[in-house]
T-cell receptor
Framework: KAGVTQTPRYLIKTRGQQVTLSCSPI?????VSWYQQTPGQGLQFLFE???????NKGNFPGRFSGRQFSNSRSEMNVSTLELGDSALYLC??????????????FGEGSRLTVL | AQSVTQLGSHVSVSEGALVLLRCNYS??????LFWYVQYPNQGLQLLLK??????LVKGINGFEAEFKKSETSFHLTKPSAHMSDAAEYFC????????????FGKGITLSVRP
């Protein structure tokens, strides 16, 4: 079974630009979560989507947004980029069956550098 | 609300020595607990998980963790460190339910000296 796939792996943007990151979950997983990882703040939860609906949202400004498509693939968008948005953005998927333990399966991340 | 505390940000051990990475949690409901490992420039990989069955959980690469409810702890151990164990380790707490999400600790970097 293929794992979680994130594209692109690396990208460089300048302040003020916007960026879109893509995530394809494990086949059959309908929940997709996004995390931002930085050396100073660690892993911070951005949001979770399930069946095209946002179910949970972290404490990030409105510049951070996401969506999920009917095939469970997800995108996140960051508008008006700031230097502090430089981070590794991790996508994770999970199954949500009643007996499931809720563990997340992570992609390798998209490394965003803002200049 | 739930939270995870990983004391210290860096642990250094000699090859062959015991590895002990500490994790304490708080949760208002019976938790599920996880340890993840992250190698440089990679995503997180699940090492092991506690899901209210056996309190001593064995994972991959020789790691194990023991759930102690009285101490609200889930410390990760490995009897003998290997150079390949050098990585960052994250403890996480979650619970089942429609609106649950995993909450991660700050992570601990493990260095292994030859």
């Amino acid at each position: 079974k293929a794992g979680v796939t994130q594209t692109p792996r690396y990208l460089i943007k300048t302040r003020g630009q916007q960026v879109t990151l893509s995530c394809s979950p494990i086949s059959g997983h309908r929940s997709v979560s996004w995390y931002q990882q930085t050396p100073g703040q660690g892993l911070q939860f951005l949001f979770e989507y399930f069946s095209e609906t946002q179910r949970n949202k972290g404490n990030f400004p409105g510049r951070f947004s996401g969506r999920q498509f009917s095939n469970s693939r997800s995108e996140m968008n960051v508008s008006t980029l700031e230097l502090g948005d430089s981070a590794l953005y991790l996508c994770a998927s999970r199954a949500l069956a009643a007996s499931n333990t809720g563990e997340l399966f992570f992609g390798e991340g998209s490394r965003l550098t803002v200049l | 609300a739930q939270s995870v505390t990983q004391l210290g940000s860096h642990v250094s051990v000699s090859e062959g020595a015991l590895v002990l990475l500490r994790c304490n949690y708080s949760s208002s409901v019976p938790p599920y607990l996880f340890w993840y490992v992250q190698y440089p420039n990679q995503g997180l990989q699940l090492l092991l998980k506690y899901t209210s069955a056996a309190t001593l959980v064995k994972g991959i690469n020789g790691f194990e963790a023991e759930f102690k409810k009285s101490e609200t702890s889930f410390h990760l151990t490995k009897p003998s460190a290997h150079m390949s164990d050098a990585a960052e380790y994250f403890c996480a707490v979650g619970f089942t339910g429609a609106n649950s999400k995993l909450t991660f600790g700050k992570g601990i970097t493990l260095s292994v000296r030859p």
